[in-house]
């Protein structure tokens, strides 16, 4: 079994489950999952999980997205990206100067209304499968932190926008509120992800140079250790009775009142993620090594 973690710059086009299903027919293992899903025309940072590993994963989908990308002005489009339909067209194209002047609107915390294609549930139902059939979708705002957002290049027709910004945040709808702040129509035209929590561009590998090492050595060289998402949480090591008794579920008792989760260690080896409050350690999820 392997476990770790294997940072892929998803090409555009390709959906973030067929990625990770096609690293997990690489490393030919059974479970895999990634943190946080890309849109198919987006490129760039898809951290997937093998093994283990895969038990950390809500830690990268809470963690920090940055972005870099593209907003092009006077149309606006059924999914707010160059995948959808037009519904509606303006003339009017912004100059640096309007777009430098509105951007602080967008920064700290904001509400945002996600697009009506995506993954959200209403009812039950997926929201963009509510849309495909043509039923009228509500969604409501939700507050999200944009810690930072800015230009970085302007054309007649289109802007280009570094962000980065809490878990929830839909650059979709992002693109599409500024645009509508400017007073003209605009989508998404392209997208890529540049940070998934600890995660960065400089630790991504593309899925074909996967596919072309082959060898079973060399290819666990793309492979991080699992501790490496957890880098911003407290490690704690612990004696070999103490962890076996975690691993069983076990509470242990701490002379340290703080309430946070911390990474249990053993001898260098990850034991668990737990709870630690009122003096006790309680195990969330338990990893087998």
Known sequence: MVHGWVIVDKPEGMSSAH??????????????????????????????????ATKALSYILDGTKAYQFEVTWGETRTTDDREGDVTATSSRRPTREDIEAILPRFRGEIEQVPPVYSALKIGG???????????????????LTIISLELVAVSPDSATFDVVCSKGTYVRSLGRDIAICLGTYGYISCLRRTQAGPFYEKNAILLDSLRKIGH???????????????ADILALEVEDEEALKLRQGQLLLTSDLREDIVLIMCQGIPQA???RAEGKIKPLRVFNL
Do not use: C, Q, W
Request: no cysteine.
């Open 19 to 52: 990625v990770v299903a096609a690293v997990r027919r690489i490393f030919n293992t059974k479970k895999a999952g990634h943190g946080g899903t890309l849109d198919p025309l987006a490129s760039g940072v898809l951290p997937v999980a093998l093994g283990e």
């Open 125 to 143: 139902k997926r929201a963009y499968a509510l849309a495909r059939e043509g039923k009228k979708v509500e969604l409501s705002s939700r507050l």
């Open 216 to 230: 079973n050595s060399e290819l666990m060289k793309s492979v991080l250790p699992l501790p490496d998402a957890l």
């Open 273 to 275: 993620l737990a709870k």
